[in-house]
């Protein structure tokens, strides 16, 4: 395996001085005590930036580097305010190699950054303080926004007791009109966030979920004051007009409340400006030289202003390149991309038949699309068949005659995929349609004419993918016979989620399954909702193998939360087969610079310092490189949680999984594939409800 040393957007300051491993314990003392329906951390969270100085949760209590501003006061919760009282108990000795204790440690160190950083930079000048972003000058301008080149900052202490700064350099578009004005030149924005900050001393974000024309400010009524009351005796309004509209707001809680335009702006993505057709001039792309040389100057001038330091030197780390994958298609022809097996055939199809439902036109086969079947099929050596076309009216989407439709081709026409031919939709009739196809048993395929090229392409793939087609395996032998991929996902209201193994699949790639149960509140999945999607996915093995797996890989979007997996792990040692379990993260890894004169590659694998007490690694699994992308890749942040096999294997099987995304021809996810259709399932599922999968074949990719 070759070594290959990088840098990581880490920067050593110094070793913690002895004082900071004794940080001030403080008690806290409630009245009335706070029910069990309260988040006890998010009450303390509140205390500890209510009381002022450099405070944070502890076991009930509060950690401190600096004695409080106030010892008493008061903190809103889910059921009411309570009152809170501090009382000093001594000093805590703290241990860095402690992984409990290092977390610790870390908040303490972010929260002295914040709060020099606001004292550094936050008085005015060319730099603008959020919190830990700092940000700079502007880089692009339009009507109604601008972008400013910036960083998100944090601070850590690592098992060593040093203390260190990470940089990763961003660019945040920053609304310049109020909702209101925007409204008035734009369509209405998927999030909002306040003019005002809230007591924490940041600015609330919501989603918008109406513009209420019907409502005025005085007339929303808000328990004896109206809406526009409310806001001015809060001093947030100096005058009448500038109100705006009523418009309705959620919470991440889910929680709705009425809001008013004036008083919020729109929260804006580069996805936002490209609809409003900007992503011309919004190349904010970042190579890695010169991200990294960026992040050098910011730890450089940080660590001057708020520590009194200079020079940090980046932390340097060994990583080490793993073998390539090998995919293959029919008869174990070797291809690079997915989209290869189109041309050379698909490694397992089944007799078929594809229909076309055209929205707003012709009800005729596009020449270049039918043509494209054709020879899919015949490259793979499938028959299929394509259906006679139909159309609909766009105003019809919610009429009977899609209904009628629908329910012809399924049944009497026998389709088994349809494809959809449709004008730009909104999110609204897309999903609506989607769901009516799959209420009688249809997975569709959407796509906008014209097609062509590598958009084609995508759409047959898709389409197979939905048809329950195998498109390509891996080609080698990997520690786990059967990989099994979770996550939680939110309906379209937040207040349900669902747990869900959204794919197993076996050692080469093969699809098992994808499962899911019923809806469920919270973020947790249920360890019995655990067990009994592995049962299903164990007996879906069993069945085509004619035993149980040796071995079985668990992975979990995120963090895993306690006793997920305690079930789970345990038949598993009931029943004699091995297993590992880890969690993959998107965020939480930084980012990874080659040293002067290397380049990155995808492979790369980064073993890291224990993290929370286990082994943990960086995996950056999908970059093809500076030649074909300009910035710089945020790698995969896995911890082994619980298992035996060495980590480089784990490393290696997890690398060669994202390479078995189908429906995309050329380009890879970063997840490995479990985890991305997990993730594609449930935000699916959130769109078209649990309703509409009754009776779908589970080997179907409905949601990609």
């Not at 008690?27 to 005590?33: I, L, M």
């Not at 972008?147 to 060593?160: E, N, P, Q, S, T």
């Not at 004051?225 to 500038?242: I, M, N, P, T």
Request: charged residues 25%; glycine residues 12%; positive net charge.
């Amino acid at each position: 395996m070759e070594a290959k040393w990088v840098y990581l957007n880490r920067f050593v300051l110094r070793p913690l001085e002895e004082r900071e491993r004794k940080p001030l314990l403080l008690g806290v003392s409630w009245e009335p005590t706070p029910s069990l329906e309260e988040n006890p951390h998010r009450l303390l969270a509140r205390v500890a930036n209510r009381v002022g100085g450099l405070a944070v949760p502890w076991k009930g209590g509060l950690l401190a580097w600096s004695p409080p501003h106030l010892r008493e006061g008061e903190v809103g919760g889910l059921e009411g305010p309570y009152r809170f009282a501090l009382r000093l108990e001594g000093e805590a000795l703290l241990d860095p190699s402690r992984p409990e204790e290092r977390e610790a440690l870390s908040r303490l160190a972010q929260r002295r950054l914040e709060v020099g950083l606001a004292a550094a930079y936050g008085r005015g000048g060319s730099h603008e303080v959020e919190g830990s972003l700092l940000l700079g000058k502007e880089v692009r301008a339009g009507e109604g926004w601008r972008v400013r080149k910036g960083a998100y900052l944090r601070a850590l202490v690592d098992g060593g007791g040093r203390m260190l700064l990470e940089v990763d350099i961003v660019h945040r578009i920053l609304p310049t009109l109020t909702l209101e004005a925007w409204l008035d030149r734009y369509p209405a924005p998927r999030r909002v966030r306040s003019t005002y900050p809230a007591p924490s001393g940041r600015r609330q974000t919501w989603t918008l979920v109406a513009v209420e024309p019907g409502l005025s400010p005085e007339g929303v009524d808000l328990g004896g004051v109206s809406l526009l009351d409310y806001h001015v005796g809060r001093g947030r309004l100096r005058e009448k007009g500038q109100a705006g509209r009523v418009v309705r707001v959620r919470d991440e809680r889910g929680k709705e409340v009425y809001h008013l335009s004036g008083l919020l702006q729109p929260v804006l993505t580069l996805e936002d400006l490209a609809e409003l057709g900007l992503e011309g001039a919004l190349a904010l792309q970042i190579p890695p030289s010169e991200r990294f040389s960026l992040a050098r100057k910011v730890a450089g001038h940080v660590a001057s202003r708020v520590y009194g330091l200079r020079d940090p030197r980046p932390v340097e780390a060994r990583g080490h390149l793993l073998s390539p994958p090998q995919l293959k298609a029919l008869r174990g022809q070797r291809i690079a991309k997915p989209a290869e097996a189109l041309r050379r055939g698909v490694l397992q199809g089944r007799p078929a038949k594809v229909g076309l439902l055209v929205v707003e036109g012709e009800p005729a086969w596009p020449a270049p699309l039918r043509k494209a079947l054709l020879e899919v099929a015949r490259a793979s050596e499938v028959p299929l068949a394509l259906a006679e076309p139909v159309a609909v009216a766009r105003r019809d989407l919610l009429g009977l005659d899609l209904a009628a439709i629908l329910e012809r081709l399924s049944r009497e026409a026998g389709v088994d995929a349809l494809l959809v031919q449709t004008p730009p939709l909104s999110p609204e009739e897309r999903n609506r349609l989607k769901r009516a196809c799959l209420q009688r048993g249809l997975p569709s395929q959407f796509f906008n004419p014209p097609l062509e090229g590598h958009k084609l392409d995508n759409v047959l793939l898709g389409l197979v993918s939905k048809l329950g087609w195998r498109v390509m395996a891996l080609d080698g032998a990997y520690p786990a016979e059967l990989a099994v991929g979770f996550d939680a996902g939110a309906d379209g209201s937040r207040s349900l989620r669902y747990g869900g193994a959204a794919c197993a699949v076996t050692a080469d790639g093969g699809l098992l399954s994808w499962l899911l149960p019923e809806a469920q509140r919270g973020e947790r999945i249920h360890g019995e909702v655990v067990w009994g999607m592995l049962q299903e996915a164990l007996v879906a093995f069993q069945r085509g193998a004619g035993r149980w797996p040796r071995h079985v890989l668990l992975l979990r979007d995120g963090k895993t939360q306690r006793e997920e997996f305690t079930l789970a792990l345990r038949e598993l040692a009931k029943a004699g087969i091995g297993y590992d379990l880890v969690s993959v993260r998107k965020s939480g890894g930084g980012r990874i610079y080659p040293k002067e004169g290397e380049r990155l590659r995808d492979g790369l694998y980064v073993p890291l310092p224990e993290a929370e007490g286990k082994t943990a690694f960086l995996l950056l699994t999908a970059y093809p490189g500076e030649g074909r992308m300009r910035a710089t890749p945020r790698p995969l942040k896995v911890v082994h949680e619980e298992g035996s096999t060495p980590v480089r294997e784990l490393a290696r099987q997890l690398y060669h999984l994202s390479r078995l995304y189908p429906p995309s021809g050329y380009r890879f996810p970063s997840l490995p594939a479990p985890l991305h259709l997990a993730d594609r399932l449930v935000r699916e599922v959130g769109r078209v409800g649990l309703s509409s999968l009754q009776g779908l074949g589970r080997e179907k990719l409905f949601f990609v």
